[in-house]
């Protein structure tokens, strides 16, 4: 059960946090039912390497959601060691991210898989950042995941974009129950084994079609990154002794449930409240994922959206950290 007391708890009761069990058992079950479709051979090895990939992250963080006692440092060792499962199983790893003289060095295997390693960890621990209301983060991976699954498509990779289904149908069977009212939580095994589920996905996209830019992929997981970017530099730059590991309560999504929900719907329960937090978010994560559809093809574009996405951000967290509610005569 996740209590209710916390700088970062919003929810009013204990909660059960290991939905990350339903999601695995999810993606295991669309593993299984693709598994009759004789043509699906490659569908099967890109999930089955997610599945097997994933489990360091997956159990790690399912170990802190019942000990309490996994450090943050072993839980993104956790991530990284997933991400270099997945090279080791498939052998594939970042080796273009369109920069001169990063390409060279990323052309060294252990340099590559570090790196890629190092994304993976980066990648999922920013998504388990935004697990702070209900429905946000399940919202924000469907919205990823269609992003990642219509440029797959769109180029012609069905495995691929087959895998985003399968994933996105587990996380929605989650969401239902996730949002508006929080029956359930993703807890840190959920969000680490979708956070490295998410990188992957991400990671596979330019690596099996090269007219698909990687800043593309980055652009579509742009909102956790920077969400997770700019806490480290708060914490660190911003604040006066803190940890930047620790947990606040000045994440973006903290700030939009007291500045705009709280407010906008001060009239609902506080659980409706915490579950209407999350669209905000949702819209500001669909613009930069709507937008690589759309330029994936030109890494030029999409560092110039990255950094527009990253504008928005500054903004946004600017205008709510100064916000006050005017309430009306």
Known sequence: MDSSTGVQKFHTAPTPRIAGI????????????????????????I??????????????GLLEDITKKVSVKTRLLATMASG???WGITGVSLTSVDIWGVDWLLGFT??????????????ANAINIIDGFNGLTAGVALIMLTAFGLIARGVGDIPLAFTCLIIASAVL?????????GKIFLGDGGAYFLGFTLAWLAILLPARNAQVSPWAS?????????????????????RTNCDAT????????????????????GNFSKTLQNGFTSPFLWLYAAIPCMAAVFSYQYTWLCAVLLLVSTLVYLTMYSKLAFFRWVPKK
């Open 22 to 45: 339903a999601l695995v058992v999810g993606v295991l079950a669309g593993y299984a039912a693709s598994s009759h479709d004789p043509a699906a051979a490659e569908k099967r090895q």
């Open 47 to 60: 999930l089955s390497a997610i599945l097997m990939a994933g489990m360091p992250a997956f159990i790690f």
């Open 84 to 86: 270099l499962l997945g």
């Open 110 to 123: 252990a340099i590559s898989v570090l790196f890629t390693a190092f994304a993976v960890g980066g990648v």
């Open 173 to 181: 069977g989650f969401f239902l129950v996730n949002w508006p009212f």
């Open 218 to 238: 980055l652009l579509i997981c742009s909102y956790p990154i920077i969400e997770v970017l700019f806490s480290i530099y708060r914490r660190k730059f911003l």
């Open 246 to 265: 620790q947990p606040d309560a000045f994440h973006l999504h903290s700030l939009t449930n007291k500045r705009w929900a709280r407010h906008l719907f």
